[in-house]
């Protein structure tokens, strides 16, 4: 039986197949309706994240399935001291397919090594999120045809995003891909990103620290929020946050066939003014994102055959 | 026991002057009935200082902790008063309940009863990293 941990525990090949499948999803989701009829998803969220679970499980309700779990801590087990393992072995037995939220980095590991049914990992603290790599990839491919050959860069909290080094390293293992990275001096990309997954692939990328000299260069931008709860001290936070913020005015510079990603919530790093601009992806993105699930869901469960 | 002749277990040779105890510990050697001999600060041509443990029984030991712990140790392996082998411990590929995680945000920080396993991730710069979080712990 198969998991979904980490986005490394994909093939290359087991990606597109994903993207693949979902693509047909996108084209006559109609024929989809029913696959996981008598089927269930647990939604196990032992930390709110009300958009993420939404997105499973409107996966799987429109798959036909349905759906039960619950949606933070306090209203679980875990509230009473029981381990991962043993909500997780109980869980089992009360569905055919989980996926599974927690604050803690590797839970959701330790939760598959005990579960009888797939476990998705829908997050684990700042560790994690292969479901959001995948939503990104399927943005990619859906808005430029291909998952080669193209300029993508990175704005923001490069630091502390998780979703950027995740769809970075995942970005990699394709061919013909540039790199930018935006982002102030204290918020760049990690070392172990630079040393471990860029330089180790033998991947050329530049740094800056300036959005608009960059922007006519890309074919994607990827915007991040940053976040306050990394910030040690409000001024740090007040200081940066407004440093790289999308207007209409930055985007005169951009290709025409920009598109433009975030994975939301957004603060104010993209002016709503750009919502109303073709090359605002980062909604449609949103529903990518479900679409993505519900191919995951069918896989796991063994239904794509 | 003579602490020169042993007739079945292992001789670790060339301790780093000093670990002898740590490895003693890590080894548990503490919780075997036979004899065990440690000498400390023995003379060594390439070392100058080293130590030395010797177990007088055939036991099975976590080889795999030595390497991590000194890739320079050498294990004599004694069978009826011969030498038998003679090697250097590899790094190991995984590491059990030998290294903890110190990232408060892993789930081992609040799982008691979770072993603690690291992963080889870096062989040429000894880096373990954790198997539930990924990060370093070494
Ligand atoms: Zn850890």
Same mark, same amino acid.
């Given at each position: 039986?198969?998991h979904l941990?980490?986005?490394?525990?994909?093939?290359i090949e087991e990606?597109?197949?994903l993207?693949?499948?979902?693509?047909s999803?996108?084209?006559d989701e109609n024929?989809?309706?029913?696959m996981?009829r008598?089927?269930?998803?647990a939604?196990?969220?032992?930390e709110p994240?009300?958009?993420?679970r939404?997105s499973?499980e409107s996966?799987?309700?429109?798959?036909?399935?349905?759906?039960?779990?619950?949606?933070?801590?306090?209203?679980s087990?875990?509230?009473?001291?029981?381990?991962?393992s043993?909500?997780?072995?109980?869980?089992?037995c009360y569905?055919?397919?989980?996926?599974?939220?927690?604050?803690?980095?590797?839970?959701?590991?330790v939760?598959?090594?005990?579960?009888t049914v797939?476990v998705?990992?829908?997050?684990?603290g700042?560790?994690n999120?292969?479901?959001q790599?995948?939503?990104d990839?399927?943005?990619?491919?859906?808005?430029k045809?291909?998952l080669?050959?193209?300029t993508i860069?990175?704005c923001?909290?490069?630091?502390f995003?998780?979703?950027?080094?995740?769809?970075v390293?995942?970005?990699t293992?394709?061919t013909g891909?540039?790199?930018?990275?935006?982002s102030?001096?204290?918020?760049?990309i990690?070392e172990?990103?630079?040393?471990?997954?860029?330089?180790?692939n033998?991947?050329?990328?530049? %740094?800056?620290?300036n959005? @608009? /000299?960059s922007?006519?260069d *890309?074919d994607i931008? =990827?915007?991040t929020?940053?976040? #306050? %709860?990394?910030?040690?001290n @409000? /001024?740090?936070?007040?200081? *940066?946050?407004?440093? =790289?913020?999308?207007?209409?005015? #930055?985007?005169?510079?951009?290709k025409t /066939?920009?598109?433009?990603?975030?994975p939301?919530?957004?603060?104010?790093?993209?002016?709503?003014?750009v919502d109303s601009?073709?090359r605002?992806?980062?909604?449609?993105?949103?529903s990518?994102?479900?679409y993505?699930?519900?191919a995951?869901?069918?896989k796991?469960?063994?239904?794509?055959? | 026991?003579?602490?020169?002749?042993i007739k079945?277990?292992?001789?670790?040779?060339?301790?780093?002057?000093?670990?002898?105890?740590e490895i003693?510990?890590y080894l548990?050697?503490?919780?075997?009935?036979?004899?065990?001999?440690?000498?400390?600060?023995?003379?060594?041509?390439?070392?100058?200082?080293?130590?030395i443990?010797?177990?007088?029984?055939?036991?099975?030991?976590d080889i795999?902790?030595?390497?991590?712990?000194?890739?320079?140790?050498t294990i004599n392996?004694?069978?009826?008063n011969e030498?038998v082998?003679?090697?250097?411990?590899?790094?190991?590929e995984?590491?059990?309940?030998?290294?903890s995680?110190k990232?408060?945000r892993?789930?081992?920080?609040?799982e008691?009863?979770l072993?603690h396993?690291?992963?080889?991730?870096?062989?040429e710069n000894?880096?373990?990293r954790c198997?539930?979080?990924?990060?370093?712990?070494?």
């Amino acid at each position: 039986m198969k998991h979904l941990i980490d986005i490394k525990d994909l093939s290359i090949e087991e990606i597109n197949e994903l993207i693949c499948v979902a693509n047909s999803i996108i084209a006559d989701e109609n024929s989809y309706s029913q696959m996981c009829r008598g089927k269930i998803l647990a939604t196990l969220f032992f930390e709110p994240s009300t958009r993420t679970r939404l997105s499973f499980e409107s996966a799987m309700l429109r798959l036909g399935g349905q759906v039960l779990g619950f949606s933070s801590a306090n209203s679980s087990s875990a509230a009473k001291g029981e381990s991962v393992s043993d909500t997780i072995r109980t869980v089992s037995c009360y569905s055919d397919i989980i996926a599974m939220r927690h604050p803690k980095e590797g839970a959701p590991f330790v939760g598959s090594l005990t579960s009888t049914v797939p476990v998705i990992n829908a997050g684990d603290g700042g560790h994690n999120h292969p479901t959001q790599t995948l939503t990104d990839l399927l943005t990619i491919h859906q808005e430029k045809g291909r998952l080669t050959n193209f300029t993508i860069g990175f704005c923001g909290d490069l630091k502390f995003g998780r979703t950027v080094h995740s769809l970075v390293t995942a970005l990699t293992r394709y061919t013909g891909i540039k790199f930018v990275f935006i982002s102030p001096h204290e918020l760049t990309i990690p070392e172990y990103l630079k040393k471990e997954v860029l330089a180790k692939n033998q991947i050329a990328y530049t %740094e800056t620290t300036n959005l @608009e /000299d960059s922007i006519h260069d *890309l074919d994607i931008l =990827y915007m991040t929020r940053v976040q #306050k %709860e990394r910030f040690f001290n @409000e /001024d740090d936070y007040v200081r *940066l946050k407004d440093y =790289y913020i999308l207007t209409k005015a #930055k985007l005169e510079k951009a290709k025409t /066939d920009l598109c433009i990603m975030h994975p939301l919530p957004r603060v104010n790093e993209i002016a709503v003014e750009v919502d109303s601009d073709p090359r605002a992806c980062y909604f449609k993105q949103v529903s990518y994102g479900r679409y993505i699930r519900m191919a995951l869901i069918l896989k796991l469960l063994d239904l794509l055959n | 026991m003579n602490i020169d002749t042993i007739k079945n277990g292992y001789v670790i040779d060339h301790i780093k002057a000093g670990q002898a105890m740590e490895i003693y510990d890590y080894l548990r050697l503490g919780d075997l009935d036979c004899s065990v001999a440690i000498i400390k600060n023995a003379r060594s041509q390439k070392m100058g200082r080293k130590d030395i443990i010797k177990i007088d029984q055939n036991i099975p030991i976590d080889i795999d902790v030595l390497g991590y712990l000194d890739p320079n140790i050498t294990i004599n392996v004694i069978r009826n008063n011969e030498k038998v082998k003679k090697f250097k411990p590899d790094l190991p590929e995984k590491l059990v309940n030998v290294i903890s995680c110190k990232n408060p945000r892993c789930i081992t920080s609040i799982e008691q009863e979770l072993p603690h396993i690291c992963i080889l991730t870096d062989p040429e710069n000894r880096t373990y990293r954790c198997q539930y979080c990924e990060s370093k712990v070494n």
